[in-house]
């Protein structure tokens, strides 16, 4: 029986299927990232590789860099960042002037050939 041993062929095993990409979400990026501004602005710079974002108030520019690479897997070359106030408005039937809040955002340029595929629809 010797002789038939090298000749017995095993089985291969099924190689398992690969599993698809699945893009993590990141707490540091629900907690920097509050929404994309869809703007017609913010549509002509997306030809130009740059998003625009409203970061929470006390994001900076590294933990914004951090959280777009994080939360949509590209590379970030430059973040600049505006603090907009808020604009005086009339509120009620007696017309009391009041403040609305101002928001933080920022213009996100990425590497050379990278997108979000957020931005893809268009207006």
């Given at each position: 029986?010797?002789?038939?041993?090298?000749?017995?062929?095993?089985?291969?095993?099924?190689?398992?299927?690969?599993?698809?990409?699945?893009?993590?979400?990141?707490?540091?990026?629900?907690?920097?990232?509050?929404?994309?501004?869809?703007?017609?602005?913010?549509?002509?710079?997306?030809?130009?590789?740059?998003?625009?974002?409203?970061?929470?108030?006390?994001?900076?520019?590294?933990?914004?860099?951090?959280?777009?690479?994080?939360?949509?897997?590209?590379?970030?070359?430059?973040?600049?960042?505006?603090?907009?106030?808020?604009?005086?408005k009339a509120f009620g039937k007696k017309q009391i002037m009041g403040k609305r809040s101002g928001i933080k955002k920022a213009l996100v340029q990425l590497a050379e050939g990278q997108s979000i595929e957020l931005f893809?629809?268009?207006?």
């Open positions: 029986m010797a002789l038939f041993t090298k000749t017995t062929k095993k089985k291969k095993k099924a190689a398992a299927p690969k599993a698809p990409v699945v893009q993590k979400e990141s707490a540091l990026a629900a907690k920097v990232l509050l929404k994309p501004r869809i703007t017609e602005k913010s549509y002509a710079l997306n030809a130009n590789g740059q998003y625009v974002f409203e970061v929470a108030k006390t994001s900076t520019k590294q933990s914004i860099t951090q959280a777009v690479q994080e939360a949509f897997g590209v590379n970030v070359t430059d973040v600049r960042v505006v603090n907009l106030p808020g604009k005086s893809k629809g268009g207006l």
